[in-house]
């Protein structure tokens, strides 16, 4: 069956500095892969989608790269800051649904 | 900015009770999902709705659970008879194309 892994369950980097997220995925070829932030509390909230046929794609200060050789996406965040605190999940299609990793909760601190 | 909302916020209720949980999706969107969280779990799915039916359930979506789309803007998750397991965070969400889902702010449900 199809996996996703989030291989850091938590991660803790100064402000400023840049913060590098992996998702690992096995069994799979998904058509794109996508990227969501949530709060405590909260429900998910999208940030970048990235198809297959893509390498690279950006947001503001956000960094989205797919490998499909790999089976690997790596979600950069430049010039982090506290706001920037929360726990991002991988995300993938498969039929109607999406399937989410477990996440991986980012600390910025000051 | 259009969102996905939910009601109610929280729901407390006694194990074997029936629950409703309501959402309304972005008005133009097509496609309904249910989610669920258990605490300090990963979000799960539950459900899928396109067309008045449903397109694909979960394994946790059992003969317990059952959606509906009573009218235009409602989309509702109704839990029958509830169990101590169900308690979680529902979370609702809705999509033009099949591709982003905008999930709502979630309905905390706790079974005692």
């Known amino acids: 069956s199809q996996k996703i892994e989030q291989n850091s369950e938590a991660l803790n980097i100064q402000e400023g500095k840049t913060a590098t997220l992996t998702c690992n995925y096995t069994n799979y070829s998904p058509a794109y892969l996508q990227w969501y932030r949530q709060d405590p509390g909260r429900g998910p909230v999208f940030l970048l989608l990235?198809?297959?046929?893509?390498k690279e794609k950006r947001k503001e200060r956000l960094k989205v790269t797919f490998d499909t050789t790999l089976k690997q996406s790596l979600f950069h965040i430049t010039a982090s800051q506290p706001a920037d605190s929360a726990t991002y999940l991988c995300?993938?299609?498969?039929?109607?649904?999406?399937?989410f990793g477990s996440g991986t909760r980012l600390s910025i601190r000051p | 900015e259009p969102e996905v909302t939910q009601t109610p916020s929280h729901q407390v209720t006694q194990m074997g009770q029936e629950v409703i949980l309501r959402c309304v999706p972005i008005s133009n969107h097509l496609y309904f999902y249910w989610y669920r969280q258990i605490l300090g779990q990963k979000v799960e799915f539950l459900v899928s709705?396109?067309?008045?039916?449903?397109?694909?359930k979960s394994e946790i979506f059992d003969d317990q659970f059952s959606v509906e789309r009573p009218d235009g803007s409602n989309f509702t998750l109704k839990i029958r008879s509830t169990k101590l397991e169900d308690s979680a965070m529902y979370f609702c969400?809705?999509?033009?194309?099949?591709?982003?889902?905008?999930f709502g702010p979630g309905t905390r449900l706790l079974v005692l």
């Open positions: 995300a993938l299609p498969h039929a109607s649904k999406i399937i």
């Open positions: 709705f396109y067309n008045n039916e449903i397109s694909e």
């Open positions: 990235i198809r297959e046929n893509e």
């Open positions: 969400a809705s999509s033009g194309l099949f591709e982003t889902q905008y």
